[in-house]
């Protein structure tokens, strides 16, 4: 039986500082952690209720996780990090429920990889409004998604993430697959309507591989 389990107390651990854990969110939630400022967690079970009980991590800086959607959608809305600025997220299984209406205003760098449609890496950069450096990994990559990103970051009527400077789509441990290079002229005419609305150097970073060869190549519009 992993730990915390259903017959953990609850308990307040104050000089805890790095937690590395794979359990319940349920079991998680009813420990208290003042001190921590790293969290790695793994929780692939499908039970998670419609209703945490609120979870205050007060000084919590960086945040990993290995999700259910139904968790990000439910237990993450329980969490309190005032602190929180690094958020890495690798959200799984179907369907994929949006996150409820939340936002991380201290997070400034965000990683998001799932198999998810674009419309839900676009729900989850909503709830953090100050990010400045972003890497999505798409495991079912498609230009389609690629397209419908970079065309929401266009839209200043209602800009996404104002102070992003830099988007990753991919990395060299987890690139892009797509079949050819991805609309220049899009990305180019995204990267001067950020620049010209928030008044800062924006780029757009792109690793992708071919699943002929594996080649990995990387551009860099700017």
């Given at each position: ?32 952690f ?12 499908d039970?998670?209720p ?54 991380y205003?201290?997070?400034?760098s ?73 609309f ?13 609305a928030?008044?800062?150097?924006f ?5 992708t ?14």
């Open positions: 039986m992993g730990w915390p389990n259903a017959s953990t107390p609850r308990m307040t651990f104050k000089l805890l500082e790095e937690l590395d854990v794979r359990c319940e969110t349920t079991h998680l939630c009813r420990l208290n003042p001190s921590l400022t790293k969290l790695n967690l793994m929780s692939l079970s039970h998670v419609d209703v945490h009980q609120p979870w205050s991590l007060p000084v919590l800086s960086e945040f990993k996780a290995t999700l259910r959607s139904r968790a990000v959608a439910h237990f993450l809305p329980s969490m309190t990090m005032p602190q929180l600025t690094t958020l890495t997220l690798s959200i799984s299984g179907y369907p994929f429920e949006p996150l409820s209406a939340v936002t205003p201290s997070v400034t965000v990683t998001l990889e799932s198999s998810a449609p674009s419309s839900y890496f676009i729900g989850l950069l909503d709830a953090v409004p100050n990010a400045e450096k972003v890497v999505l990994l798409m495991t079912e990559s498609s230009k389609s998604n690629l397209r419908e990103i970079v065309t929401r970051l266009m839209d200043n009527t209602n800009i996404l993430c104002p102070k992003l400077s830099e988007i990753h789509f991919g990395t060299e441990e987890k690139p892009f697959f797509i079949p050819m290079r991805p220049p002229s899009l990305l180019n005419r995204c990267v001067d309507r950020r620049e010209f928030s008044k800062r150097p780029k757009i970073v792109i690793t591989s071919s699943r002929r060869n594996n080649n990995i190549s990387t551009e860099i519009y700017s």
